[in-house]
C-alpha cells in the first residue's frame, strides 16, 4: 500500500494508481470520513438539476407534441408549424423554452417566419441601405 505525506495546509497526494483505481479527475470532489480510527475518502458527482415539476397526462401530451414541433422548427422553419400556446405554456414549464421567449414559437409568429424565410429565398429584400435618405428614396420608387 502506498504511503502519502500530509503537507503543511493538511493537503494530501492521492498515488496515481489509487487515483486511476477510483476513476476521479482533477476537480473531483471527493467526501472523507472518519470511520473506526480510518480516513475514507468517497468520490461524489455533483449535479446542479431542477426537480421535474409534475406534469398531468394532457401536459404529458402537449409536451409530446411541442417536442417534435420544436424539432421541427430547428429543422426547417420553412415548413414547420409554431406551437399552440398550451404547447407553448408546458414547454416553459419544463425548461424546454425560456418562458421570456414563448412568442417566438406560437404559430401566429411562426407564419410570419415562415413568410421572411420565402422572401429571402425568393429575392423579395431590399438591399442594404447606406443612409435613412437612401431609404427614403428607395420606398418613395416603391410607392410610385
Do not use: C, Y
Not at 480510527?37 to 411541442?66: C, F, H, M, W
Not at 421567449?101 to 411562426?110: D, G, K, L
Request: glycine share 6%; hydrophobic share 40%; proline share 6%.
Amino acid at each position: 500500500m502506498p504511503l502519502v505525506k500530509i503537507g503543511p495546509k493538511h493537503q494530501v497526494t492521492i498515488p496515481k494508481e489509487v487515483f486511476e483505481s477510483l476513476q476521479i479527475s482533477v476537480g473531483d470532489l471527493l467526501e472523507i470520513r472518519a470511520q473506526n480510527g480510518n480516513g475514507i475518502l468517497i468520490p461524489k458527482r455533483v449535479v446542479a438539476r431542477a426537480p421535474a415539476p409534475k406534469l398531468s397526462d394532457k401536459e404529458q401530451t402537449l409536451l409530446t407534441s411541442a417536442r417534435k414541433k420544436i424539432a421541427a422548427i430547428n429543422k426547417n422553419i420553412r415548413t414547420a408549424k409554431g406551437l399552440t400556446e398550451a404547447e407553448t405554456k408546458v414547454a416553459a414549464k419544463v425548461g424546454l423554452i425560456d418562458p421570456d421567449q414563448r412568442w417566438w414559437w406560437m404559430e401566429a409568429w411562426q407564419k410570419g417566419e415562415r413568410k421572411a424565410e420565402d422572401d429571402l429565398i425568393n429575392g423579395r429584400v431590399s438591399k442594404p441601405f447606406h443612409s435613412a435618405d437612401e431609404l427614403i428614396g428607395h420606398l418613395r420608387s416603391l410607392k410610385a
